[in-house]
Structures are given as C-alpha cells and as structure tokens.
C-alpha cells in the first residue's frame, strides 16, 4: 500500500525558515518525481514544485511565487522528499501535500499545516 | 504564467447532469486531469488522460476534451458528489504543472 506522510509543519514568523518532510513507503520511491502541493486555507490547490528522480538528474522545478526561497531535495535511501521553505511569507500559510508525480498526482499525503504569522 | 479557468460553482438536483468546465491554452497538447475534494480530505485523482476514469470510479463520471476545453460530466448526480473539483495540466513545455481555481459542486 502506497503511503506518503508528512511532517515539520507548524507555526512560524515571517522571514523564518521551515523544513517539511514527506515519508514515502509501498512503491520503488528512489524512480518516482515527486511534487509539492499546497492549499491556503479557503482557497484552492496550487503546485509548489517537483524534483524528477536520479536517473533523471534530479531536476528540480518550481513555481514562480516560490521559486528562489524554496528548495525542493530528496532522499532516496530513506525515501524520504523535502521541502526547504526559506524568508516565509504570511502568504504562504497553507496545507502542504506531498504527491507522486506523473504530470498528475495519483497518491497523495494528508497534508501538514504550515502557519506563518507574527 | 499558465493559467486554467474553471466556473467558481455549480449547482444542480439530484439525478440531473452536471458538467464542469475547465479552458487553458495548452490543452490541445498536454492531457486534462480532474480531483475531487471533499473537506478536511486530499484531493483524489478521478479522471486522468482527459477521459479515462479511475480505478473504482463510478461510470457516472466522465471526462472530455474539445480543443482548449476539458470537461467533466458527472450523470445522475447524487448527494455524495457534493464536493470541490479541480482540473490540472501542465503548461505548452510540460515543464509547470497547473490547477485551475476548483469548482464547488452543490447538489440542491
């Protein structure tokens, strides 16, 4: 059974510094892409970025609202994707999945909470 | 940046038809791809390749494409389809991938 577990979420000022992982179990994790999505509260779904798998250079892509202050990696000996969230923003208070990634997201986690507030 | 646009909400009775509509420019080159989201849940994956259904998808659901516009057809609607629903692509590169702004589904 495929699993994806989030953790790391939490509250944070602006301009903090976050790390979220995401656990992954039940599929070949280390031949996956892998994504970042996240949704502010009431509001819709908006992709964060994904990082594509070693053999296929570990690309990483990110979304233009992010791109420069997070930082998507992964582990695959643990099987284990990380999102680096850097200089936060209030904007960025949202649910944060993590999901397998074929040009769409088959599995998903349950997501995390992420609050940036004073 | 791309951009999908979906209607904000539709309404419609138990048992009639309800179609969700879903335009991007890019579509008539990268596949259409629709979740569903009931509240406090993850998004579920329904219909992926513009048409094709889900494992354990009810026949009711279908999806189509017609140049930019994807669209999700949901027949008999019931009560349990009540929920927000959500199309992705990607952009003309495949490189961002895209949702569009949902569209919550009332069953009246």
């Known amino acids: 059974e495929v699993q994806l577990v989030e953790s790391g979420g939490g509250l944070v000022k602006p301009g903090g510094s976050l790390r979220l992982s995401c656990a992954a179990s039940?599929?070949?994790?280390?031949?996956?892409?892998m994504s970042w999505v996240r949704q502010a509260p009431g509001k819709g779904l908006e992709w964060v970025g994904r990082?594509?798998?070693?053999?296929?250079?570990?690309?990483?892509h990110h979304a233009a609202p992010v791109k420069g202050r997070f930082t998507i990696s992964r582990e695959d000996s643990k099987s284990t994707l990380y999102l680096h969230m850097n200089s936060l923003k209030t904007e960025d208070t949202a649910v944060y999945y993590c999901?397998?990634?074929?040009?769409?997201?088959?599995?998903w986690g349950q997501g995390i909470l992420v609050t940036v507030s004073p | 940046s791309y951009e999908l646009t979906q209607p904000p909400s539709v309404s419609v009775s138990p048992g009639q038809t309800a179609n969700i509509t879903c335009s991007g420019d890019?579509?008539?080159?990268?596949?259409g791809y629709w979740y569903r989201q009931k509240p406090g849940q993850a998004p579920v994956m329904i219909i992926y390749?513009?048409?094709e259904r889900s494992s354990g998808v009810p026949e009711r659901f279908s999806g189509s494409s017609s140049g930019t516009i994807v669209t999700l057809t949901i027949s008999r609607v019931q009560a349990e389809d009540e929920a927000d629903y959500y199309c992705?692509?990607?952009?003309?590169?495949?490189?961002?991938?895209?949702f569009g702004g949902g569209t919550r589904l009332t069953v009246l």
């Open positions: 390749k513009d048409n």
């Open positions: 890019a579509l008539p080159k990268q596949y």
């Open positions: 039940g599929f070949a994790f280390s031949h996956v892409w």
């Open positions: 990082i594509k798998s070693k053999t296929d250079g570990e690309t990483t």
């Open positions: 992705q692509s990607a952009d003309i590169t495949g490189t961002y991938l895209v």
């Open positions: 999901a397998t990634d074929g040009g769409f997201f088959d599995y």
